[in-house]
């Protein structure tokens, strides 16, 4: 009986909780936030020119898109505030998908915002890229939903990650094919340990790793005039990260009292013995 | 409710009863949850052909071929390898396997490739040229190189080691483990994300309370 109880009132208990504390906390913020990340983008955003061609590689992973979702919209949002010329091209169908449902989502807040352009799914993985690399380097087209684009005045690459096909990939197969744009990359926390080598080595301009760094962007992300794209009540609900978090707490030390109590239990009778 | 009408009010209502139905896997719903999940791949697979067709087989191959035949040998000759190697299993398999071969050829030679000039080479090349190394640098220098030292000395196993080799190895295991629990923690707090967001959908995009 208690097992049962526990079993199905407890993840409940669980949810009820964390519900609760969706409605009365505020957003996920950052009382000291570590500004280097923040600073690293915001000067390669300050050094570009308004109107300056950006393209996105997206493709996230649909199980983590969540994490960074606000922070990408966040982004978006702060590129098209400064009158940048935003393409999206996505190399995995996940991607494509999510690419999808972000410009439907940005056409319907803020039908007035220059419209972000549609290169579409661009297959074979590796050697895709290799084709995008072409392009922005000017000596091909890459083939997109309506007919050809050319890519070679792009001054900027945002890499959304999370997928097979994420920042690394970008550095290996375009960077050596390209002269001197930077890249900037936006990644579930999962993937820091890939992409850390490629920020320090320069590779990567700027990597934004969320949750943290992107709590800390969104404090910081100077909007302009499409703040609606943005996604500013997107960030975790504080309260209910810590309810979880004590709650992962409770449930591994059960696991270990659970563990640890046969032992404790057999070492009277060992020493009477 | 949220107040949404239309194609966003249904598409909200789908998304609201897949999350419960899968979040009901936790209450111990198995039933449900495994017609969520063939539900999925159902729609996942359509997906699939969609974009395959739509993205892929029309504009790439369709296309070109139909507006300049004679341009495209190359094309005629790949969709000709493709096509005899999914259609006619009564070839020999050196003829079917050419596609595939040629495929994961390029795709290894691109990852190589790719790995070797933008990884490994400028990765190096950072680690090695260090204008501005000073005393924080080279202590977390000196940091990282006993504690890689450390973690592989505790690996050691079956080999005769006396007290301080042990005590390193000891010392090692747990630094290894001190490390992978706090990478489990950055990731427990990266899935906490991950189903605060499903329950926010759910409590203010769904239910419509606290907005």
């Known amino acids: 009986m208690n097992d049962r109880v526990t079993r199905f009132a407890a993840p409940l208990l669980l949810l009820a909780a964390l519900a609760a504390g969706v409605l009365v906390s505020s957003d996920l913020d950052i009382a000291d936030p570590d500004p280097e990340a923040v600073d690293e983008l915001q000067a390669v955003l300050s050094g570009l020119e308004d109107g300056t061609a950006v393209l996105v590689g997206f493709d996230p992973d649909v199980g983590t898109y969540a994490e960074v979702r606000p922070t990408v919209r966040t982004l978006i949002a702060e590129l098209a505030g400064r009158g940048m010329d935003i393409s999206m091209v996505s190399l995995t169908p996940e991607g494509r998908a999510l690419a999808l449902a972000e410009r439907d989502r940005a056409e319907r807040l803020a039908p007035d915002a220059p419209a972000v352009a549609d290169l579409g799914f661009v297959p074979g993985a590796e050697a895709a890229l290799v084709t995008v690399a072409s ?16 890519l070679d005045g792009i001054g900027l ?7 097979d096909l994420g920042p690394r990939s970008w550095v290996e197969q375009v960077l050596p094919r390209i002269d001197a744009v ?20 320069g590779q990567l301009a700027a990597v934004i790793a969320t949750p943290r760094d992107g709590a800390a962007y969104r404090l910081a992300a100077d909007l302009g005039p499409y703040a609606d794209l943005g996604d500013a009540g997107g960030g975790p609900a504080a309260l209910a990260i810590v309810i ?8 591994l030390g059960e696991i270990l009292v659970r563990r640890i109590a046969p032992a404790l239990a057999a070492r009277p009778e060992r020493d009477r013995s | 409710m949220n107040g949404l009408g239309g194609a966003d009010g249904i598409a909200t209502l789908v998304a609201a009863i897949a999350t419960i139905v899968v979040l009901g896997g936790l209450l111990g719903e198995r039933r449900v949850f495994g017609w969520s999940q063939h539900l999925f791949a159902g729609l996942v697979t359509g997906y699939l052909v969609l974009l395959a067709i739509t993205e892929v087989i029309v504009p790439r191959i369709v296309v070109p071929l139909a507006e300049a035949p004679g341009d495209r040998i190359e094309l005629w000759l790949a969709a000709g390898l493709v096509v005899s190697a999914a259609g006619a299993p009564w070839l020999p398999r050196l003829v079917s396997a050419v596609p595939i071969s040629i495929a994961v050829g390029a795709l290894a030679a691109f990852a190589l ?3 070797v000039i933008g990884t490994i080479l400028p990765q190096v090349t950072a680690t090695l040229v260090r204008p501005d190394v000073d005393v924080t640098t080279t202590v977390s220098m000196a940091a990282a190189v006993v504690v890689t030292g450390l973690v592989l000395i505790g690996f050691v196993h079956g080999a005769p080691r006396g007290r301080i080799v042990g005590g390193a190895a000891s010392l090692g295991r747990w630094l290894m483990l001190g490390g992978i629990g706090g990478w489990l923690g950055y990731l427990l707090f990266s899935r906490l994300v991950l ?3 499903r329950v926010s959908f759910l409590v203010g995009d769904w239910l419509g309370l606290g907005r």
């Open chain 1, 135 to 150: 392009a922005i380097a000017g000596t091909s087209e890459v083939a997109t939903p309506t007919g050809t684009a050319a």
């Open chain 1, 157 to 163: 690459i945002v890499v959304v990650g999370g997928n």
């Open chain 1, 182 to 201: 930077p890249v900037i990359a936006i990644t579930p926390i999962s993937l820091l340990p890939e992409v850390e080598p490629y920020r320090q080595s």
């Open chain 1, 244 to 251: 979880g978090l004590l709650a992962a707490i409770a449930w």
């Open chain 2, 113 to 115: 490739g790719g790995a």
């Open chain 2, 195 to 197: 189903l605060v967001d």
